[in-house]
């Protein structure tokens, strides 16, 4: 049975791991094709490793790898470096990793930042099952504008 890896942080707001996870068990095959396995760490410079250690020790064929960053100059900073980590265990583990971020500066309103929040990892959930099992289902959407988080942008005219 295939797995997929998710990841989420204490240190992020909005539950988002929850949100991923019930996507993911609503998809085709759960349980008979695909398992889940979930780990949840402090921050999210902890999730390039536990990401790292999904794929390497328990054999995750891609990992959703969710977190929340501040709205302070600092926060702005880790999630680079953070986002900076998740590529580079992306490419020592020839592996996708779906970094799902959030930014604390992406909306004024609680009710809105959540929306965000869960909006985002349901769809990036989903694209981890599109990724493993209907590829096609991306190269459908190609340049089309789609947004994980808000409205689509939709596609330019040309």
């Not at 609503?26 to 999730?47: A, M, N, Q």
């Not at 190269?139 to 504008?145: C, E, H, K, L, P």
Request: aromatic share 6%; glycine share 6%.
């Amino acid at each position: 049975m295939d797995r997929i890896g998710v990841v989420d942080t204490m240190f992020a707001r909005v539950d988002m791991g929850s949100t991923a996870l019930a996507e993911l068990r609503s998809c085709p095959g759960y349980g008979e094709r695909f398992e889940i396995l979930y780990r949840t760490v402090p921050g999210f410079k902890d999730l390039a490793v536990e990401a790292k250690i999904l794929i390497e020790e328990h054999a995750c064929r891609t990992v959703v790898a969710l977190g929340m960053a501040g709205s302070a100059p600092v926060d702005q900073v880790c999630a680079h470096e953070a986002s900076q980590a998740l590529a580079m265990a992306e490419l020592m583990t020839n592996t996708h990793i779906l970094e799902v971020f959030v930014y604390e500066t992406e909306a004024d309103d609680p009710k809105a930042l959540a929306a965000i929040c869960h909006d985002r990892a349901r769809k990036h959930a989903r694209n981890a099952y599109w990724l493993l099992y209907e590829p096609e289902q991306l190269t459908r959407r190609a340049g089309q504008g789609i947004r994980q988080g808000s409205e689509d942008a939709g596609p330019l005219e040309t």
